[in-house]
């Protein structure tokens, strides 16, 4: 166990997640301040302890980031190894480069910035610069004035994967209420689509979840709705994450075909059998092989493939084989997930391990060289907290093929209007506003608001979901 004591509590969050940081697998604890103590201090379990005092004058942005830099040294030194993100905590740092590029910055002038002022590796500091130029690229097709994207979520699966800590439940539990809950949805997406006439989606995604855990004919019933009170023509991209490989029939697939979706998931997230079985997916490696090729032969042309690096007992040779029987197969487009263990998750509450930092360093870089093999370039990035080993997700994809969903929900350029149980609406305002329930007025042009978590305070509650909703849209 860690325990950390700060000053200041508005420092707390840096120097905790940076902490998590250099040591992922171990608990670590607050200590209350105390006036007369070092302004931040960890103690280790070892005895040993690091302490820092902060930088004279006020603590804003930049004072922040030099205590950053400060802590991130000591912390180094200790552990011995480096960050690939150096002192940055935050899942988009993608953001930055975006920042920096419509501010016309030169190439080389943001990648020596990144490295000195956050202590990004060369390789990170690259890659967010190229993200962030295709991001640049496919965000200009959006219609900024009459367009949002609209995410819709089914939070069935047929067993939950011991990693997971989406709010999603096994079916078997919920079959008798799925009806009921697709009611619930229903009704959220009628209040919707009245406040958005005259509006259009430009990108509908639909995940969970697992939405192909729904019957052929719910899926087909749901479907219907939103073709019915969204304008779906001429979307830039419509999703359904089908998601695991047990739950995809022909029947299904067709469904979603006849509804002009144009893009889906397969999602392996491993093709190891010992690894499926021992984080509770209950499907075969073939079961993907069988399921990919049949959505390839009724002719769905951008496929998406997810995988983890990190899942408990797998080394760089597991990643090897995983990424060749997934080349032999050629998806459109790939999501390499460094393993994210959160506290909801069974895999946090068991004695499973995930991937030390330089086994994941290493399944990643032989996923980026199996990317590019594959004529794959990589296209969004994003981070999680408790990520193992300080590393990201990245989305590689076709030229053509990149999810420009995917893009929406890091970059928030646009309102993405959300739907289900879990489910959390980000709502671009037209003009700053203080920000809901912040005690110092902090001005934001972002709402966030999040649907209950648990099935069945949705369906209870749905009233209360749109109306939260209500206020703010179209502002």
């Not at 079959?175 to 005259?198: H, I, N, T, W």
Request: net charge neutral; aromatic share 8%.
């Amino acid at each position: 166990m860690i325990r950390i004591s700060c000053r200041d509590e508005s420092y707390y969050y840096n120097a905790y997640h940076m902490v998590k940081a250099f040591f992922p697998g171990e608990e670590v604890v607050s200590l209350p301040g105390e006036k007369a103590s070092p302004f931040v201090r960890a103690d280790f379990a070892d005895g040993s302890s690091l302490s820092l005092e902060a930088p004279a004058g006020v603590l804003d942005g930049a004072a922040k980031r030099e205590l950053d830099r400060d802590w991130y040294h000591l912390l180094a030194k200790k552990t011995e190894r480096k960050l690939p993100w150096g002192i940055l905590t935050g899942v988009r740092p993608t953001k930055l480069a975006m920042q920096k590029r419509q501010e016309n910055w030169e190439k080389d002038v943001f990648l020596e910035w990144f490295e000195k002022e956050y202590l990004v590796s060369k390789e990170k500091a690259l890659l967010a610069w190229e993200i962030a130029g295709r991001e640049e690229r496919l965000l200009r097709r959006l219609d900024p004035e009459k367009g949002f994207s609209l995410y819709v979520g089914i939070p069935f699966c047929p067993t939950v994967c011991s990693y997971c800590s989406f709010s999603s439940g096994s079916l078997l539990d919920w079959k008798d209420r799925v009806d009921d809950y697709l009611q619930a949805l229903m009704r959220e997406l009628s209040f919707l689509s009245e406040r958005c006439e005259g509006k259009k989606p430009d990108a509908v995604y639909i995940g969970g979840g697992t939405p192909t855990s729904l019957s052929a004919l719910q899926l087909e019933r749901l479907l219907d709705d939103i073709a019915d009170k969204f304008d779906c023509r001429n979307l830039l991209e419509y999703t359904v994450e089908a998601g695991r490989p047990d739950t995809i029939t022909e029947e299904k697939l067709k469904v979603i075909q006849e509804h002009g979706i144009t893009r889906i998931s397969v999602n392996p997230q491993t093709m190891q059998q010992k690894t499926l079985d021992l984080v509770g997916r209950k499907h075969t490696v073939q079961d993907t092989v069988e399921a990919f090729e049949k959505a390839r032969r009724l002719g769905f042309d951008n496929i998406n493939m997810d995988l983890i690096a990190g899942l408990p007992g797998e080394d760089a040779k597991d990643m090897q084989d995983t990424l060749g029987k997934i080349e032999a197969l050629g998806p459109d487009s790939l999501t390499v997930h460094a393993l994210a263990i959160k506290r909801a998750a069974r895999m946090g509450r068991e004695d499973q391990k995930a991937g030390t930092g330089d086994e994941i360093a290493d399944m990643t870089k032989e996923a980026a060289l199996a990317a590019e093999r594959m004529g794959l370039e990589p296209y969004y990035l994003y981070r999680q907290k408790n990520i193992a080993g300080n590393f990201e997700n990245v989305g590689y994809a076709k030229v053509d093929k990149a999810g420009i969903y995917n893009i929406l929900i890091m970059e928030e350029k646009q309102t993405i209007l959300a739907a289900g149980a879990g489910a959390s609406s980000k709502i671009v305002l037209k003009k700053p506003c203080p920000m809901p329930g912040s005690r110092k007025k902090k001005m934001t042009n972002l709402i966030r608001i999040e649907n209950v978590k648990a099935i069945d305070a949705y369906i209870d509650r749905i009233d209360e979901m749109t109306e939260r909703k209500g206020e703010w849209l179209w502002r």
